[in-house]
């Protein structure tokens, strides 16, 4: 595993956290999904870039880490334990009033 494969897999893992600030509870499942994919290829494209490794092979192989990382991490912690939600909630634009 290279150095960028390792840093998209760890923001990948804390990504779910980060992207429930911007996702809102009352977004449709397909805008909620196209965040997380925006979400995954920014981190993919920065981890290659900023580990020296920008081809085009570690950039897609970094945008599918932190993809399967992301999605692993809300469906095994965040989203059982209640965070990724509490958080979407917190953040709502219907909570800031």
């Given at each position: 595993?290279?150095?960028?494969?390792m840093w998209a897999?760890?923001?990948?893992?804390?990504s779910p956290?980060?992207?429930s600030v911007?996702?809102?509870?009352?977004?449709s499942?397909?805008?909620?999904?196209?965040?997380?994919?925006?979400?995954s290829v920014l981190?993919?494209l920065?981890?290659a870039?900023?580990?020296?490794?920008?081809?085009?092979?570690?950039?897609?192989?970094?945008?599918?880490?932190?993809?399967?990382a992301?999605?692993?991490?809300?469906?095994?912690?965040?989203?059982?334990?209640?965070?990724?939600?509490?958080v979407?909630?917190?953040?709502?634009?219907?909570?800031?009033?």
């Amino acid at each position: 595993m290279t150095n960028a494969q390792m840093w998209a897999l760890i923001i990948g893992f804390v990504s779910p956290v980060l992207i429930s600030v911007v996702n809102q509870p009352q977004w449709s499942h397909a805008t909620r999904t196209l965040v997380q994919v925006v979400f995954s290829v920014l981190v993919g494209l920065g981890s290659a870039y900023f580990a020296g490794d920008f081809a085009g092979k570690d950039v897609v192989t970094g945008i599918l880490v932190a993809a399967v990382a992301a999605i692993s991490a809300y469906k095994g912690v965040f989203k059982p334990s209640g965070i990724a939600p509490k958080v979407e909630k917190a953040t709502s634009m219907a909570a800031r009033g």
